[in-house]
């Protein structure tokens, strides 16, 4: 369809054109203007979505440059806990200062396999041999963080009833003196004197 603005108005018959119009050269002219239409409506909703993806590529431009300018958040510095070797002491101290740093880290160590690394970088002795192992193994406990911690307890951390045992011997008297104090030796130099029966 013609446009309407494009439309001629012929209100006086004296103007009109005497000539005769070919019906077949009238049709073609008048389908290339219904094609030169379509073009044009098909270049306007090009250059609308051309529009839109401008506005769009401004915007994300615009929040780049804000996050350029704000400086990035500090995150808290730790020190690097004491190796531990698995024999001496327990990994209650090493574990609680890693699972401060990854709460304070996240990014630092994003997932659990990295974290497992990183204990295992921390491990001496006995307990680095035995990480090694179980990575050279592909045991699945070096991709899950927490069954990693699991297993290094069940394997160097004594089950609680030995550590109450433990205590419960520490803190056993003999009179006025523990039972590791009379068994070291003497009292202000003198030997002990065993109790009678």
């Excluded at 203007?33 to 098909?42: G, K, P, T």
Aim: net charge neutral; glycine share 4%; aromatic share 8%.
């Amino acid at each position: 369809m013609i446009p309407t603005n494009y439309q001629l108005k012929v209100t006086d018959q004296s103007d009109r054109m005497t000539e005769s119009v070919n019906p077949a050269e009238f049709e073609r002219m008048k389908n290339e203007i219904v094609q030169l239409h379509a073009l044009v409506d098909w270049l306007n909703t090009k250059v609308n979505s051309l529009t839109d993806l401008t506005l769009q590529l401004s915007a994300s431009i615009n929040s780049l440059q804000q996050q350029a300018l704000t400086p990035p958040k500090e995150e808290p510095q730790f020190c690097l806990p004491e190796r531990w070797n698995g024999e001496v002491g327990s990994p209650y101290g090493l574990l609680a200062s890693l699972d401060m740093q990854f709460e304070c880290q996240p990014g630092r160590f994003p997932t659990a396999r990295s974290r497992a690394a990183h204990l295992t970088s921390l491990l001496s002795g006995r307990a680095q041999e035995w990480a090694a192992a179980l990575y050279n193994s592909k045991s699945p406990a070096c991709n899950d963080y927490a069954a990693f911690v699991a297993a290094l307890r069940k394997t160097f951390v004594p089950p609680s009833s030995e550590v109450g045992a433990e205590a419960r011997l520490l803190k056993l008297r003999q009179r006025e003196r523990s039972v590791c104090a009379y068994a070291c030796g003497s009292v202000d130099g003198r030997p002990l004197q065993p109790y009678p029966v």
